[in-house]
């Protein structure tokens, strides 16, 4: 594969990033669904129901309504006819009004409670210009004045679900989908006239109270409250494609509640927020309006299995997510025997290249995410080698990963109750997964299942993409009018079969991991041949830039640093907490115990996107300095080797540590002053963000993630968070270090100001999570 050398990255550069990300912004998107403000019938529904009573339209009015009218002077319920009303009449019409009186006061409070978190999210959030024009743009889409109400005020069965039912829905029994939308965010809260305004459109006869009609063509058509909706469809028009669709939702049971218990706890103790409690203690969804299934698909997750940024990233987003309200659950291969997950005893077979190969399930409830992991003999024994064995092994490996994947929401029940295809999108991630936005269009949707289900593809690595043989079609199982959607031809491979393009032209939409490599993505040194499709597919692109896992990736509480001499440490206790844990690395690693020596640190894949080789060429340049260098990584053969050479040529000053440890990588983080990364192209990098929580000072390349997130130092007035240089050249690294080496030695105040700022941020997933929901809601809605 051909290397991309530096990027032009100029200011004119960026100018165009905002143009094209602009003008794809204002394309119409055919077919997409705005929903409208509508109004909350909550307070409607407790009343109970009676008999049937009519209005003036003939309209059959729930009692709640009847009870409405009565008391805002309208006849029906109780007045039974008189005109005069007697003392207990007129006693009874008091208490009633206060009734609600008290109703109303309790829905304002909700309203006051919604609106508070609405803003406080606003407030919290430091919305980038891109941000901004979607927000804009979603705030248009959320705020017609008309009251809307088939589409998203209640569920199929008419009934409207309260704040409070809409929290519990999350959690609740049939899991339905909850696109009731009384207040979606960036709407106005409906105001004081909310009854007036309810019971005008119910006389004026905009208001209907929703049927089990059909809906009209082009509308968004609610998802079915079924657990699986698409049980409807008959299995004797079953797709070959298709295992099987479960007939029967699995019942509500007593783990479930236990689960529903635990999964609220849960979510009322991350918010923290007793300011958004409700009367019953519970806080309503960050999400609000916006909860829905979310089910991430990856060929690793953290702390399971990972070999690099992926599997933290799989690890940690979902429970974001859940925080907000989500249900969520991580689809991923089970590698080797891993102690939380359960046996579920459900067995499946998929057919592959010809065979059919059985799945069983696995199934671990942890910090309110369900994580499920998919048996089968072609994972087992892989676990030091996940994308180990030839091209057709992986090819063949992934096929059966994506198939059975897809139909984890049909057959794995979670809490008891299966996640079921209404209300719901996937998150695939990498080429790996690709072939799962392609399997549901083609076998589920394209034949009327899965309805309402979506797909979000992720970019972490465009650098790999699935390519083979243009016959490796034969192999996916797929009809052949597909076979387009994967041809590809360019000048390094020729004309090749392609999963991330077809992956790519299928997902609702597609996220990247920054703002700058999105911006490169479209670029033809960036795109690595998938420019074209990424261009044309522009208005479904965003990039969020990653978020870390605060807890797993804190000085504070690391679970590294408790032991061999370490200490876990905090803003407060830097400048005692991190010389402790450099002096316990340059022990354990053998080199001389000094405090005022620079330690440099790298961290990553040893291959070419990580820029070692500029690591070697300023090596001579490095060993002249007074300095410490401690690599980690593993990867090519011959970098490996490279590392144990410095080592072995420079024992007083160079550790190489060839392997994949993650206490190291923990504990390097911590003890090192300098993290190193000079990236040829980096699509966002977590080993910056760790460093920086940990007052760690990082020297990038200012390419993808990495110009997002280091801004460059500037000594005149005391900002930014690093040192950057704009293209991968040695000298350049040299001089940037340089600086960041006189700093060190020359400038203390100034090295404490860089160190803090960098652990001052939040880094945490909260606010990526946040926009993470903003691309699901928008998928959710692309029909
Ligand atoms: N030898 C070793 N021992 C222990 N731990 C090691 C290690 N080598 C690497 N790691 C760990 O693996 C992770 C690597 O994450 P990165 O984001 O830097 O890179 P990666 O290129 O894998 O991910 C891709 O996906 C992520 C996630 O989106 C993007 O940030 C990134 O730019 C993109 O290339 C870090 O947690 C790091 O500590």
Not at 120 to 136: H, Q
Not at 320 to 330: D, K, S
Not at 335 to 354: A, C, F, L
Request: charge should be negative; proline fraction near 5%; glycine fraction near 8%.
């Amino acid at each position: 594969m051909a290397s991309i050398g530096s990027l032009p990255f100029t200011i004119e550069a960026k100018a165009a990033e905002r143009c094209v990300f602009f003008h794809a912004k204002s394309q119409p998107r055919p077919g997409f669904f705005r929903p409208r403000r509508s109004l909350n019938f909550a307070a409607l529904r407790g009343f109970g129901t009676s008999r049937n009573v009519e209005d003036e339209s003939g309209r059959v009015l729930s009692s709640g309504q009847r009870r409405l009218r009565a008391t805002l002077g309208g006849s029906v319920e109780g007045g039974d006819g008189d005109d005069v009303p007697s003392e207990d009449g007129l006693q009874a019409t008091i208490e009633k009004s206060k009734k609600v009186l008290a109703m109303q006061r309790e829905l304002l409070n909700q309203i006051t409670a919604r609106r508070k978190l609405v803003s406080s999210i606003r407030n919290s959030t430091t919305v980038s210009a891109e941000d901004e024009s979607s927000v804009g743009e979603k705030d248009k889409a959320f705020s017609s004045p008309e009251v809307d109400s088939t589409s998203d005020v209640s569920d199929r069965n008419g009934s409207v679900p309260s704040l409070e039912e809409q929290s519990k829905n999350i959690f609740s029994s049939d899991r339905r989908a909850s696109n009731a939308s009384s207040e979606a965010p960036g709407s106005e809260p409906a105001t004081i006239n909310w009854i007036h305004d309810i019971d005008e459109a119910v006389h004026e006869g905009k208001f209907e109270f929703p049927s089990h009609g059909t809906p009209s063509p082009g509308r968004y058509e609610p998802p079915t409250e079924d657990a699986t909706s698409s049980d409807s469809v008959k299995t004797d028009i079953l797709p070959p494609f298709v295992s099987s669709i479960p007939e029967i939702s699995i019942p509500k049971d007593e783990k479930e509640e236990e689960y529903s218990k635990e999964a609220t706890t849960q979510l009322g103790a991350d918010n923290g927020d007793s300011d958004t409690m409700v009367e019953d203690g519970k806080p309503p969804p960050l999400a609000g309006a916006n909860v829905m299934n979310v089910i991430l698909v990856a060929a690793e997750c953290a702390p399971w299995i990972k070999t690099g940024g992926l599997g933290d990233v799989a690890g940690s987003l979902p429970k974001a997510l859940a925080r907000r309200g989500h249900r969520v659950m991580v689809v991923v291969p089970r590698y080797g025997n891993y102690t939380e997950p359960q046996e579920t005893g459900i067995r499946k077979s998929y057919r592959v290249d010809g065979q059919d190969i059985e799945v069983t399930y696995f199934q671990a409830y942890i910090d309110g995410v369900d994580f499920v992991f998919i048996d089968a003999h072609v994972f087992r024994h892989l676990e030091n080698n996940i994308y180990g064995g030839n091209q057709l092994d992986i090819l063949k490996r992934m096929v059966l990963f994506c198939k059975a994947a897809v139909e984890v929401p049909w057959h794995v029940p979670c809490g008891g109750v299966c996640y079921g295809d209404g209300n719901l999108v996937f998150i695939a991630n990498d080429w790996h997964t690709a072939l799962l936005p392609v399997y549901l269009k083609a076998h589920y949707r394209d034949n009327s299942l899965m309805k309402f289900t979506r797909s979000v593809l992720v970019i972490h690595n465009i650098a790999h993409q699935g390519r083979g043989p243009v016959d490796d079609f034969f192999r996916v199982d797929l009809p052949e009018h597909y076979m387009d959607h994967f041809k590809l031809y360019d000048p390094v491979g020729g004309e090749h079969f392609n999963i991330f393009a077809a992956g790519l032209k299928a997902a609702d939409r597609i996220v990247t991991v920054s703002h700058g490599y999105a911006w490169e993505l479209k670029t033809s040194e960036g795109g690595w041949g998938l420019h074209n499709i990424i261009n044309e597919n522009d208005w479904k692109l965003r990039g969020i830039v990653n978020g870390i896992d605060t807890r797993e990736w804190s000085p504070e509480f690391d679970i590294h640093l408790t032991s061999d001499g370490y200490t876990n440490y905090t803003l407060e206790t830097l400048q005692t907490g991190k010389p402790k844990c450099k002096a316990a690395l340059q022990k354990e690693l053998e080199l001389p115990l000094r405090e005022d020596v620079p330690v440099i640190g790298f961290i990553g894949r040893l291959d070419n996107q990580k820029g070692v080789d500029l690591i070697a060429e300023a090596i001579p340049w490095m060993m002249g300095q007074d300095v410490q260098l401690i690599m980690l990584g593993t990867g090519r053969a011959d970098l490996e080797q490279m590392l144990r050479q410095f080592e072995t040529q420079h024992r007083d000053k160079v550790r190489g540590w060839v392997g994949f440890s993650v206490k190291m990588a923990h504990r390097i983080t911590a003890g090192v002053d300098i993290l190193l990364m000079p990236s040829r192209f980096e699509p966002c990098g977590l080993n910056q963000l760790y460093a920086m929580n940990y007052g760690t000072v990082p020297v990038v390349h200012a390419v993808g993630g990495l110009r997002d997130t280091v801004q460059q130092f500037n000594p005149f007035n005391e900002s930014g968070l690093g040192w950057t240089f704009d293209s991968a050249e040695t000298q350049k690294l040299i001089h940037a270090l340089g600086n960041c080496l006189l700093t060190y030695r020359e400038y203390k105040k100034s090295w404490e100001g860089l160190q803090r700022r960098g652990m001052m941020q939040d880094l945490s997933w909260d606010h990526a999570a946040q926009i993470y929901e903003e691309v699901l809601v928008a998928a959710k809605y692309q029909w």
